[in-house]
């Protein structure tokens, strides 16, 4: 039976672990430093962008249209086994269009979704005025409507992923943090074993033995992770961490003790607001996430509403200042002016987990070993979390037939 480690149980971590669990034959153990939900995952807004996204082709399409399928019968099924409710609006995005957006790129995206089964719809501003009667549409051309796309509590989703996967046998420590792992015994079939945990959990985890594989889902915590020196003590493994070319000893004359990162992932800060109105804005009967100027304005029931998010990068001036989440609700209210008579019921930030120098996420199997990333998620983590899990699943799954 091949045994499988997760670090991380943010969304994509949860998600792993419950699409794993579906497989018969495996044994599974989550490892979070945190409860779960708590990095990226309990601040996201869980705006599934995926027929309304500019992608139309190659494996980002596949993935986004992938999770917008899986969404659907994932949220019944996990409802089902754990019994949790999971806040998920079917009422579609609506995104809209300012002055001088080009609606012919629209109209082409309309037709090619329309080829691949997707409905995407362009609402002109009396149309927009009869259905959202909320908005002030002085300064719009026009709207999208996306009605398959989704949003879900990401929260509600992980803990339901969590305990879906732990009724299916799951094993899962909280409170463990892992610092590092032997590079020697990530030999491809070989033992894994992690070292370095926390000390005060070690004695729990003697089932850190005999692991097979390693799936890395720490998002934001996946750039501590270090090979150690031996990786690329060899020069032709300089570059691509060939670690078939172990051992190397210390007699070795190219051994040197350097450490390298396996994925540089940088934070993009978001804050976002929650706040109270005394009745629903618009039509009560359609409630979709409205998205405007890079804002949504996310419907939560009973008249509260999230709304957000910043995006501020490392290389911000004065990063997570109030006045940042003030800009966003002022973009908000010019669109939807009944927002100036809410209460602000609580804010809250967290950083989203983007690569450095290449685009997101990263989804792979780092070569030569049997160390998995499924990291690197940045804006659309909660999206991706289910076509993450299924790519992951193919891996250990493709290797265990070949084997
Ligand atoms: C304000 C905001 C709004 C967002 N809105 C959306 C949205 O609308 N739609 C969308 O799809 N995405 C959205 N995102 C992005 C989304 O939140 C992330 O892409 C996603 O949560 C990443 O999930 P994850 O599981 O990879 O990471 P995380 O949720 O950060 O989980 C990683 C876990 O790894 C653990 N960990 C890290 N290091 C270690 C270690 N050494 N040992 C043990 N455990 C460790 C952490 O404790 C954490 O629990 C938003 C993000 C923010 C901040």
Known sequence: MSHIVIIGCGVV???????????PGLKITVLDKQPPAQGATGAALGVLMGVISHKIKGKVWRMRQFSIQRYETLIPELEALTGRKIPFNRQGIL?????????????????????????????????????????????????????????????ALTLAMVDAARSNGVTFHFGVTIEGYDLNSTLQNQPLEIKNTNVAKIDQLPLLENVDWLVLAAGLGSSQFQLSNQAWATP?????VSLKSLPVTENCPQFHTETKQIVNIKPVLG???????????????????????????????????WIGATVEFPTDQEIGEPAKLEAVMAKAKAFCPALAAATVI???SGLRPRPENRPAPIIERLQGSNILLATGHYRNGVLL??????????????DEIEF
């Open 13 to 23: 971590g949860a998600a792993i672990a419950y699409e794993l669990s579906l497989v």
């Open 95 to 155: 995104m809209l269009c300012p002055e001088g957006e080009n609606l012919a790129d629209w109209e082409k995206l309309a037709k090619i979704r329309s080829s691949q089964g997707w409905k995407l719809e362009i609402w002109d501003t009396a149309q927009l005025k009869v259905n959202c009667p909320q908005l002030n549409c002085e300064e719009m051309t026009a709207a999208i409507y996306s009605p398959q796309d989704r949003q879900v509590d990401p929260v």
């Open 271 to 305: 804050q976002a607001i929650h706040i109270q109105l005394s009745c629903l804005l618009g039509n009560p009967n359609f409630q979709p996430v409205i998205t405007g100027d890079d804002v949504h304005i996310v419907p939560v029931g009973g008249g509260e509403y």
């Open 346 to 348: 609580k804010t809250w």
């Open 385 to 398: 979390a289910p076509a993450t899990a299924d790519a992951i699943r193919q891996m250990i799954v493709a």
């Open 236 to 240: 032709q493994s300089a570059n691509n």
